[in-house]
Nanobody, 125 residues
Framework: QVHLDESGGGLVQTGGSLRLSCVAS????????VGWFRQAPGKEREFVSY????????YYADSVKGRFTISRDNAKNTVSLQMNSLKPEDTAIYYC??????????????????WGQGTQVTVPS
C-alpha cells in the first residue's frame, strides 16, 4: 500500500510555471511506476505524463510535450511535474497515480491502483 499526496497547484497566468509534487508514503516507492493525470470540469480524466521506476523512461501527452517535465527522486519518495508555458487549457485538477504492477498501458488510468487527492491548477483565459 502507498499513500500519495500532491501539492504545488495554484492560479497562474498564461505563460507562467508551476511545479507539482507527489510525495509517497508507505511501501518502497522506487518499485512503483507513476503517472500524472488531469481532469477538467465536465471532461474525462486524461493522461499527462509517466515515469518509470528508475526515472529513465518518461512519456508525455502530445498536448504537454515540450512544456512539461516529469522527474523523480526515489530517495525522497517524490515525483515532480514541472509545468512551463501554461495555457488556459491546462486548467484542471491534477492527480498523481502509482502502480507496483507494469501490466496495462502507462497512459491508461485503469492501470494505476493508488491515487492522490488531486491539486487544482488554474490558468485563466
Amino acid at each position: 500500500q502507498v499513500h500519495l499526496d500532491e501539492s504545488g497547484g495554484g492560479l497562474v497566468q498564461t505563460g507562467g510555471s508551476l511545479r507539482l509534487s507527489c510525495v509517497a508514503s508507505g511501501q518502497t516507492f522506487s518499485t512503483y511506476r507513476v503517472g500524472w493525470f488531469r481532469q477538467a470540469p465536465g471532461k474525462e480524466r486524461e493522461f499527462v505524463s509517466y515515469i518509470g521506476r528508475s526515472g529513465v523512461s518518461t512519456y508525455y501527452a502530445d498536448s504537454v510535450k515540450g512544456r512539461f517535465t516529469i522527474s523523480r527522486d526515489n530517495a525522497k519518495n517524490t515525483v515532480s511535474l514541472q509545468m512551463n508555458s501554461l495555457k488556459p487549457e491546462d486548467t484542471a485538477i491534477y492527480y498523481c497515480a502509482a502502480s507496483a504492477s507494469y501490466s496495462g498501458d502507462f497512459n491508461d488510468r485503469l492501470s494505476y491502483r493508488y491515487w492522490g487527492q488531486g491539486t487544482q491548477v488554474t490558468v485563466p483565459s
